[in-house]
């Protein structure tokens, strides 16, 4: 973290007095801790910051909202927000773990409205979009970018600050279980425990909590379950109509894209949910060892990181299903002619 970063960033929020944080659509766990953690630090530099995103609040992350200025992006919120002028009433837009101004759906509109804007992300396809762009890839987490921000910065990190940037950096790293868990994310979590977060509580919370409902989807969903080349690659479906009967909105089935790549044996696992808009699917690509999704991701115009990536694609499940698994293979193709070659 270089000087010069810290200083613009402090220049950035010293000059702010109405300050908007944001992140990206179909919000998770790392987008909710990192923005909770800067709304809580800048309430107590006497600033008046709100959260304002382009999504539900998952129901297990309900509980950091509690007391905040968080809101979503409705056409009733742009219209009692346009009396604020021309920058909707913002002086400064902090955008957290989104790759782009398009992923922050409706809430563009605001960052886009001539304000300086900060972006903080740790997105391989990271793209520079803000006055001041804080992209580390080989962080774990935005949370964990965060983290170290508010250290350099001396911002005192209280028990909520920590709560929320704990609950940032378990989501990200699936239980610190993912490879893009390392030492320097083990001694930040160590710190944020010392300053008051509580891993029993945030673990009760966050996966011991489910829903009767949320049970079910899981068993539907389980039974969709296919396998392909070899038993590499498992797909799993999320129709809207299972959704429905389970009683469980799709924000609230993101954890889902893990099951298939849990399987054994399994190297890339794909969840599939149809989405609102007809003949829309989203993807979620899943790779335990080896396979680079985020490049598959790409090329179907999404993106993410080597082991975790997404996209959306037109088409029916089956049709979505058919193109994602074509592409896998074609991998797997070229690997084992690679092999052969070399052999």
């Keep these: 973290m270089n000087t010069e970063t810290i200083e613009k960033l402090k220049e950035l929020i010293d000059g702010s007095k109405r300050p908007l944080i944001t992140a990206h659509i179909r919000l998770d766990g790392d987008a909710m801790g990192s923005q909770l953690a800067f709304y809580y630090a800048l309430k107590a530099m006497g600033k008046e910051p709100c959260i304002i995103n382009d999504s539900n609040i998952p129901r297990v992350y309900k509980f950091l909202v509690e007391g905040v200025d968080a809101r979503r992006w409705t056409p009733d919120t742009k219209t009692s927000l346009s009396a604020g002028g021309k920058s909707y009433g913002f002086d400064l837009a902090i955008v957290v773990d989104t790759p782009g101004a398009d992923r922050t759906g409706g809430v563009q509109q605001i960052i886009s409205s001539g304000m300086p804007v900060i972006s903080i992300d740790h997105h391989v396809c990271g793209c520079s979009f803000g006055d001041l762009n804080i992209i580390e890839t080989e962080k ?56 008051g977060a509580d ?37 799993m479906w999320l129709t809207k109509e299972m959704m429905r009967d389970a009683h469980t909105p799709p924000i609230d089935t993101q954890d889902f894209a893990d099951i298939p790549s849990s399987i054994e044996g399994v190297e890339v696992g794909v969840l599939l949910r149809e989405l609102g808009a007809k003949n829309m699917v989203k ?46 293979s074609k991998i797997y193709e070229s690997l084992e002619k690679e092999q052969k070659v070399l052999a």
Excluded: W
Excluded at 295 to 303: L, M, P, Q, V
Excluded at 308 to 327: F, P, T, Y
């Design 140 to 195: 774990c987490s935005t949370g964990e970018i965060v983290f170290d921000l508010f250290r350099h910065m001396n911002i005192e990190i209280t028990p909520k600050i920590a709560e929320a940037l704990y609950v940032a950096i378990i989501t990200d790293t699936g239980r610190f279980m993912h490879r893009n868990t390392t030492s320097d994310t083990l001694r930040a979590a160590a710190h944020l425990i010392d300053c």
């Design 199 to 235: 891993p029993t509580d945030i673990g009760q919370r966050l996966y011991k909590a489910n829903t009767y409902g949320y049970i079910q989807l899981q068993s539907m969903a389980t039974k969709t379950l296919s396998f392909h080349y070899d038993k590499k690659i498992a797909c």
């Design 283 to 328: 993807v979620s690509l899943r790779s335990r060892d080896g396979i680079d999704v985020n490049k598959i991701a790409n090329d179907f115009g999404g993106g993410g990181h080597r082991r975790a990536a997404g996209c959306e694609l037109e088409g029916s499940i089956q049709e979505v299903q058919d193109r994602v698994v074509k592409a896998v």
